[in-house]
């Protein structure tokens, strides 16, 4: 006997820009999924490590009907979303989920995004809901963010805009992003305040009123504020870094760039093994817009987040590779002396 087709899985697109809490406010709402259904998450990266990916895994695993898919190289919507679907055809097929939440990158267009999930082939098997954008309200007070094309199309596309990091917020902070969201969101989009991420799963459920077209008008491609063609081609689609073998030198560096930043990371075979508190300092000294990472320590398995608000360290309980990925104005040389330094010996 076939499988049953896949119908009308409830679909939720979580965007936000750089360092806002999207991964925070997805392991959040997987802690409420209720224990018999099967979740899928989708994730997209911007770099071509992947470490979004092994973050949720390593809390949350397919034992407890969590199924994860990673898109690195912020390659989710460029090439008519051929990698996404790729990944979300398969995730699909191998979860069967009650729920798929996609995750774009922080520097990626959910317009194109919401384009490919309510096209022709999705039509039948997803059911669209609520476009959910978390910001750092701070953020409103620096132009590199407010003249950001993208920052831009993530409230303009969301039906839930997400206040989050209230705790940090000054007077006024609450204040002047419902301003910018009636200035820039949809008619009736949502404002929300909260901290460390904490989304209600009620905020998920609900057709959405998103269309991709709400946020065309701030995408230009390739001239709109900010916005770079990433470096990368996909014509021949090249192996994913993420999938690379790992070199006799038991480490593989990667790159990429666009929009404005660029990203680096790296990959460390199984059996290299990090000191933790060499770790931990040597994270505490770089300088970058973003830190993704997840290390094997000689005191255990751990996840590093680091953003504008400082470093944060999780225990995994599962971590097959060492795996950073660094999201910054410009690329330092002593990021790999360093690293290599912390390797345990």
Not at 95 to 115: K, Q
Not at 129 to 143: E, F, G, N, P, Y
Not at 271 to 286: E, S
Request: aromatic letters at 6%; glycine letters at 8%.
């Amino acid at each position: 006997m076939s499988p049953s087709k896949i119908v009308a899985v409830p679909t939720n697109v979580i965007t936000g820009f750089l360092g806002s809490g999207k991964t925070t406010a997805i392991l959040n709402l997987l802690k409420q999924k209720p224990a018999a259904e099967k979740w899928a998450v989708l994730v997209n990266e911007f770099g071509e490590i992947g470490v979004d990916g092994s973050l949720v895994e390593g809390q949350h695993g397919e034992n407890q009907g969590v199924f994860v898919r990673e898109v690195p190289g912020g390659c989710m919507c460029c090439a008519a979303g051929v990698p996404m679907q790729v990944a979300l055809n398969e995730l699909l097929k191998r979860a069967r989920p009650d729920r798929l939440l996609i995750e774009p990158t922080g520097l990626g267009h959910p317009a194109e995004v919401l384009a490919v999930l309510s096209g022709e082939h999705y039509r039948n098997s997803l059911d669209v809901q609520k476009v959910i954008t978390l910001v750092d309200a701070r953020q409103l007070a620096d132009s590199r963010y407010t003249n950001h094309d993208i920052f831009n199309q993530q409230i303009a596309i969301a039906d839930v805009v997400v206040g989050n990091k209230a705790d940090l917020y000054a007077e006024g902070d609450e204040q002047a992003l419902a301003a910018y969201v009636a200035e820039h969101g949809a008619p009736l989009a949502k404002v929300v305040i909260t901290q460390q991420a904490a989304l209600e799963l009620a905020l998920l459920n609900g057709a959405t009123d998103a269309s991709s077209d709400n946020a065309h008008h701030h995408h230009d491609p390739g001239h709109g504020n900010g916005h770079r063609h990433h470096d990368h081609h996909h014509a021949e689609p090249a192996p994913l870094a993420s999938d690379l073998p790992i070199p006799e030198s038991g480490y593989l560096k990667v790159e990429n760039q666009g929009e404005g930043f660029v990203s680096v990371g790296w990959r460390f075979a199984a059996n290299k093994v990090f000191n933790r508190q060499k770790l931990l300092t040597l994270l505490g000294t770089i300088k970058a817009e973003r830190i993704k990472a997840v290390f094997i320590t000689d005191s255990g398995l751990y996840g590093y987040n680091l953003s504008r608000d400082g470093l944060s360290e999780t225990l995994l309980k599962t971590c097959n590779e060492s795996r950073i990925e660094i999201i910054a104005q410009d690329q330092d040389s002593v990021w790999e002396e360093g690293l290599l330094l912390c390797l345990a010996s």
